[in-house]
């Protein structure tokens, strides 16, 4: 079973670490570099093994922006709720802006922002 960088950290289910990995991948080379043999390679396991959940880069992906938009979704819900939509509307923009801000990556994955040159 794969290990997670840190050894203090107990083994982690092989679906996740496939995300993990995806994940430390694309933000080192792009979105574009991403496979599933580099997953695989990064875990420590076999070329197959990731097929097991994710049947393609493609499967493995949408995993990866899917888990980034729930994400999202909860930073967003994490704002405090106002009687006055002005006050709720602003409340919004700014957890949009520091999720944004918090987390470059998957900001950029979600939303197509380019990547730095």
Wanted: contains cysteine; charged residues 25%.
């Amino acid at each position: 079973m794969p290990q997670t960088k840190d050894a203090a950290h107990a083994p982690i289910a092989l679906r996740d670490a496939c995300i993990v990995a995806a994940r430390e991948a694309i933000a080192e080379h792009g979105i574009e570099q991403l496979s599933l043999r580099d997953v695989a390679r990064r875990l420590g396991v076999s070329h197959q093994a990731p097929y097991k959940h994710y049947p393609s880069r493609d499967h493995l992906l949408a995993e990866v922006m899917r888990r980034c938009f729930e994400s999202f979704a909860a930073h967003l819900d994490a704002r405090g709720q106002f009687d006055d939509p002005r006050d709720d509307l602003g409340a919004l923009g700014r957890r949009y802006l520091d999720y944004a801000h918090r987390h470059p990556l998957e900001y950029r994955l979600m939303f197509s922002t380019p990547w730095p040159a």
